[in-house]
């Protein structure tokens, strides 16, 4: 099971995934993923890996103020 929040950055979507335990919930360590997020020509939901040092920085930077 996971959780998620899609947040902007730098006028880009981002998805952080955030692992549950078997139970539902969070897991101890605090892991997140995080994702480039965007939808397809149909509208379906569709995610990337983040290349980019600096892209990740930047994401994750927003991600901290938003929800740590």
Do not use: W
């Amino acid at each position: 099971m996971q959780d998620y929040h899609i947040f902007d950055a730098d006028h880009k979507d981002y998805i952080a995934l955030l692992p549950l335990d078997k139970n539902g919930n969070e897991n101890e360590s605090g892991e997140v993923y995080l994702y480039r997020y965007f939808e397809d020509e149909e509208g379906l939901p569709r995610i990337e890996n983040i290349e980019s040092d600096d892209e990740y920085e930047a994401a994750a930077d927003r991600f901290d103020e938003s929800f740590g």
